[in-house]
C-alpha cells in the first residue's frame, strides 16, 4: 500500500476529530474516567489491530491514552493507518473515550 501524500491525510484528518498529522504518523489522545477503562481500551484496540494485522504503538497514563498509527515498513502514513484510525474511535467510544 502507498505511503499517502499530506494533503490527502489532512483531508482525511478534517473528518476525524482529535487526530493529527505529527512526524510521519497520525496521533490521538483519549480521556478516560479511570486508569482500568483505558486499559479496556488498550485491550480491545489490541484485538482489532491484530485482526487488521497493523498495530498502533500506544502509551498510557492513567485514564490517558496516545494512540499513534503509521505504516513502518513504508515510513509514513498508508490507507491502513485511517482504517485502523477510525476503528480505534469507535472502540474507544465504547469505552468512554473523549
Known amino acids: 500500500m502507498p505511503l499517502l501524500p499530506e494533503t490527502a491525510i489532512r483531508e482525511a484528518l478534517s473528518a476525524m476529530p482529535g487526530w493529527i498529522l505529527e512526524n510521519g504518523a497520525l496521533k490521538r489522545r483519549y480521556l478516560f474516567e479511570s486508569y482500568m477503562r483505558g486499559i479496556q481500551f488498550v485491550e480491545a484496540a489490541a484485538v482489532e489491530a491484530e485482526a487488521q494485522d497493523h498495530h498502533p504503538d500506544l502509551l498510557v497514563r492513567y485514564g ?35
Open 64 to 98: 490517558d491514552v496516545t494512540a499513534s498509527c503509521s505504516t513502518h515498513s513504508h515510513g509514513g502514513v498508508t490507507g491502513k493507518d485511517l482504517h485502523l484510525a477510525r476503528a480505534l474511535d469507535r472502540i474507544a467510544a465504547q469505552y468512554g473515550g473523549r
